[in-house]
C-alpha cells in the first residue's frame, strides 16, 4: 500500500500542475513524516517533499508541517536528519526564513559533526538569499562563525566583506558590529578574519568615538593578532594595522611601526615580505604612496555566489550517485531475472529429458510382453 502512494505522489510531481492531486499528496506526506516507527517511511515523504518544493503550491502547502520537519533534524538516523535539512532549505523563503534560519542556527549549536558543515553551507546561503535586511544578515553569519568557526569556509566571510562593501549604508553597522564580536574573550580566527579586514577598510566610520577610536581598534586587532595560529589570519591583519596608519597616522603610526619591526625576521615569508613593505609604506617621505596603495576598496563585481555554486555541485553530486545507485540495482535485477530464466530453462530441459525417459521405458515392456506372448 505504501508503494503504491509514493508512486502516486511520484506522478503528481511529473504532472506539476493539478492542485487538487497535489494538496492530496502533501496530506499523504504530512501523515507518513509522522510514522514514529516506520523510518523508511519517513524518509521517502522527506525525499518526495523535497523533490516536490519546486512547485509553488505544494512549497506552500509544506509549511503546515514546518514543526514536524524541524524536530526530525534531531532524529537519531542520520540519513533522515540530512533529508530534513534539504526540506528546510528547499521550502524557506523570505516569509518563513528568519525562523527557519533561527531553527537552524539553535540546532547547529548541538548538531553532530557529520552534519555540520552541510548545515552551515546552507544558512549562510539562506541568510543571504532571504534576508529581511542586511543588517540581519550579517547578524546572522557571525552568530554563524561563532557557533562553527572551524566550519565556515573563507567563501563565507569573504561573501559577508563583499556585501558590505558593495553598500555602504552597511558599512558603519558592520565595523560596530564586528568591533563588539571581538571583543569576546573566545573568537574563531574566521572571525578575527573577517572583522579584522572590515574594522582596516571600515573602522574610519566608528573613530570618533572613545571606545571605539583608533587606538583602541589598534589594541584590539593586536590582541587577537598574538592569538592567531594562522599565519594567513595575521597577514590579514598586518594590511588592517596598514590601512588603520593611513586614516589616522597621528595616532597609531608608532605602534604599528614598532610591530611591523618586530615581524621583519619572521620565518614566514609572506608574513616577513608585507612587514618590510608595509615598514617602508609608513616612512614620512611615502606619504603620497601610501595614499595611493591604500586607498579604498572599489566595489565587488556582482557575481554568482560561491556558496550557491557549491551547494549546486553537492546536489547534482547526489543525485548522480542515486542515479548510479537505481541503475545499479536495476542491471542487479535484470540479471536475477534473467538467472532464473536459465534456470527455468534448465528445469525445463531436464523435466522434459525425464519425461522422454519414462515414455522409452514404457514402449518397451508391452514390446517384449508382445513378443513373449
Known sequence: A??????????????????????????????????????????LALDAMQRMSHIPEAAQQFKRHQETIIRSLKDNDVSLRRRSLDVLYSM???????????ELLDYLANSDFSIREELVLRVAILAERFSPNLQWYVDTILKLMSLAGDYVSDQVWM??????????????????????????????????????????????????????????????LKEKFDTCDQN???????????????????????????????????????????????LILSRPDKESMLETVLDVMPHFPERENMLTKKIKERERASTTDRTAAQIKSGKADDEDEEEARVDLSAGAASSAQSRAKTAGGGGAAPQAANEGG
Do not use: W
Not at 246 to 266: C, E, I, W
Open 2 to 43: 505504501h508503494a503504491v502512494v509514493f508512486e502516486a505522489v511520484n506522478y503528481v510531481i511529473h504532472l506539476e500542475s493539478n492542485q487538487q492531486l497535489i494538496h492530496a499528496a502533501v496530506n499523504m506526506l504530512g501523515q507518513r513524516i509522522t510514522s514514529g516507527n516506520q523510518p523508511n517511511y519517513r524518509y
Open 92 to 102: 524557506c523563503d523570505s516569509n518563513n526564513s528568519e525562523q527557519v534560519v533561527g
Open 159 to 220: 561573501r559577508v566583506v563583499q556585501i558590505v562593501t558593495n553598500h555602504e549604508d552597511l558599512q558603519l553597522y558592520a565595523a560596530e558590529t564586528c568591533f563588539k564580536a571581538l571583543k569576546n574573550e573566545l573568537v574563531h580566527e574566521s572571525m578575527i578574519k573577517c572583522g579584522g579586514y572590515i574594522l582596516g577598510e571600515f573602522g574610519h566610520h566608528i573613530a570618533t568615538k572613545r571606545e571605539t577610536s583608533a587606538e583602541e581598534q589598534f589594541a584590539l
Open 232 to 278: 594567513e589570519t595575521k597577514q590579514l591583519l598586518l594590511t588592517a594595522f596598514i590601512k588603520l596608519v593611513n586614516v589616522h597616522p597621528d595616532k597609531v603610526k608608532d605602534k604599528v611601526a614598532s610591530m611591523l619591526s618586530d615581524h621583519t625576521k619572521t620565518i614566514d615569508a609572506e608574513l616577513q615580505q608585507r612587514a618590510i613593505e608595509y
